[in-house]
């Protein structure tokens, strides 16, 4: 049996805990250091100015980047982790890139702060009128009818057996909740920019051309992919991964199935998570130590 590393989506995070992570702690510090170097501004200030309403903002993902380094650090050398395998569903896979070694952290850096920056240009003009819901407790057969009432949707994410994500046109969002409360299911988050829609070959293609830019390596760990489950450890194929995560769903079952497969019993989640580690297929199927921010800065270290 053995360990491995998930870094989580990109979810709402509380700023100044981040902040405060990113300025204290030494090993968030000296990622701090390298990446103010590589955008040649204060990460720790641009976080600071960001506004409250993105939780999208160019900042924001590069500073919880390195919080999700730096916690993956946290963990192995003050808590003995010793993942053999990775995970990383949607954004967390730029996590697993640098923590894996197949792109250096300063490349991890730039990319993850063109991603956001091409990313909002984006969908500054396109698909202004979609959103991507998030909720739960609703079961797969009662999903079906949910989505039949909708004129356009796309599944854009499956992750648990009654945890779904879907894209839809924002003017029937309210109607969509409304629907999902009264199928005895949850609303959680609904996400803008959405993500995860087949409907957004404009934004993989742009994002092909960010992606050229960089040469990626063979990861020195497998990273399990969160579209079917399958290893990654050609660089060509983690590419191709990368690039069809914005037109693919996540697709969580399929991942804790291929961590399964390899033997993996226990999972750390290094990052801001407020979901991955929760999940009901997660918690069953494996042990899981959260290395988040609150855990790192309430409890002392050793």
Do not use: N
Request: glycine share 6%; with cysteine.
């Amino acid at each position: 049996m053995s360990d491995a590393i998930v870094f989580p989506a990109l979810s709402p995070v509380r700023r100044k805990d981040l902040g405060t992570f990113l300025q204290i702690h030494p090993y968030a510090r000296q990622r701090l250091a390298e990446a103010d170097d590589v955008l040649g501004y204060h990460l720790s200030d641009a976080l600071a100015d960001a506004p409250a309403d993105d939780d999208y903002a160019a900042p924001v993902q590069v500073a919880v980047l390195v919080a999700c380094l730096a916690l993956a650090e946290w963990a192995q050398r003050e808590h003995g982790a010793t993942p053999a395998y990775c995970a990383g569903p949607s954004f967390g896979e730029r996590a697993a890139l640098a923590y894996t070694g197949a792109l250096p952290l300063a490349d991890t850096v730039r990319l993850v702060d063109e991603i956001a920056r091409a990313e909002k240009d984006y969908f500054a003009t396109e698909h202004r009128d979609v959103v991507t819901h998030s909720f739960t407790r609703v079961p797969p057969d009662r999903l079906d009818e949910l989505l039949a009432g909708l004129d356009w949707h796309d599944i854009s994410g499956r992750l648990d057996t009654d945890f779904h994500m879907v894209s839809l046109r924002e003017t029937a969002l309210d109607d969509f909740k409304t629907a999902i409360s009264a199928a005895g299911g949850y609303s959680l988050y609904t996400m803008r920019p959405p993500a995860h829609a087949s409907l957004f070959t404009g934004v993989r293609a742009r994002m092909q051309q960010v992606y050229a830019r960089y040469t990626l390596a063979a990861p020195r760990i497998p990273i399990v992919s969160y579209q079917d489950g399958a290893l990654l450890t050609d660089p060509v194929a983690l590419r191709t991964a990368l690039l069809d995560g914005f037109v693919r769903p996540i697709r969580w079952l399929d991942t804790v199935r291929g961590l399964r497969e390899q033997g993996v019993d226990r999972l750390w989640v290094a990052g801001p998570d407020t979901m991955f580690s929760r999940l009901r297929s997660t918690v069953d199927t494996f042990a899981v130590e959260l290395c988040d921010l609150r855990r790192v800065l309430v409890r002392p270290r050793r």
